[in-house]
């Protein structure tokens, strides 16, 4: 199947971190990304990984990628009251270049003060 | 700035009257295509466009329609709207793919309600 699956929520204290999961079924994929949706906005990308990486840092936010178990995590360190959005993880489906996109479910985080 | 707009952004509209929302991007990329977001099933794809002239259909393409004459333009057509279409609606649009990864940049929705 083509199911990118994300837990609905998730509820966090300031300064906390969060870790949001996201499992996929395609094992030919080839990039991997994490996008935020402010509300009211659209879709940006945070950050992405390759599949031949296993964590990927970037400030606040570590990837951490387990290709064998097909799990993606996003980890924000930190966490601030800004951070509150829905998180899409994105699957690149058909390997090699392309651009077709497989968005999980999306997770709701939600960041008490 | 690099961007992608749609019109517009709010529409109420009742079944079966035609409707077009518009997009339009100015980073000159080839690939552009069209989402719905629906609560608990994320964003499903429903059509897509690899350049001018060259449309395609998606995860979820019954009861739209696409027409690509422009590069920069990708406007979406729903014929006739049901209920079950009301929905966020995004355009996104990126560089056709290559050896780098792909960044997809998003408008900022259309919310459609058909009554």
């Known amino acids: 199947g083509e199911d990118v699956e994300q837990s609905l929520f998730l509820s966090v204290r300031e300064g906390d971190s969060s870790v949001i999961n996201c499992t996929y079924t395609?094992?030919?994929?080839?990039?991997l990304y994490w996008y935020k949706q402010e509300p009211g906005a659209g879709l940006q990308l945070l950050t992405y990984?390759?599949?031949?990486?296993d964590m990927k840092q970037d400030q606040r936010l570590t990837v951490l990628l387990n290709k064998k178990d097909k799990h993606l995590s996003l980890r924000i360190a930190d966490t601030q009251t800004g951070d509150s959005a829905i998180y899409f993880c994105?699957?690149?489906?058909?390997?090699?270049?392309?651009?077709?996109?497989?968005f999980g479910t999306g997770t709701l985080l939600a960041v008490q003060p | 700035e690099a961007q992608v707009t749609q019109n517009p952004r709010y529409l109420i509209t009742v079944t079966g009257k035609k409707l077009t929302v518009t997009c339009s991007q100015n980073?000159?990329?080839?690939?552009m295509s069209w989402y719905r977001q629906d609560p608990g099933l994320g964003l499903r794809q429903i059509y897509y466009?690899?350049?001018?002239?060259?449309?395609d259909k998606g995860d979820v393409p019954e009861g739209y329609k696409v027409s690509r004459k422009e590069k920069r333009n990708f406007p979406l057509i729903l014929e006739s709207p049901s209920p079950n279409q009301t929905s966020l609606y995004f355009c996104?649009?990126?560089?056709?793919?290559?050896?780098?990864?792909?960044?997809?940049?998003f408008g900022p929705g259309t919310r459609l309600t058909v009554l």
């Open positions: 996104a649009s990126t560089r056709l793919a290559g050896v780098s990864y792909n960044e997809q940049f």
């Open positions: 395609d094992s030919s994929s080839t990039y």
């Open positions: 990984i390759f599949s031949n990486m």
């Open positions: 994105a699957d690149a489906r058909g390997g090699g270049a392309t651009n077709k996109l497989i």
């Open positions: 980073m000159n990329h080839e690939y």
């Open positions: 466009s690899m350049n001018v002239e060259v449309t």
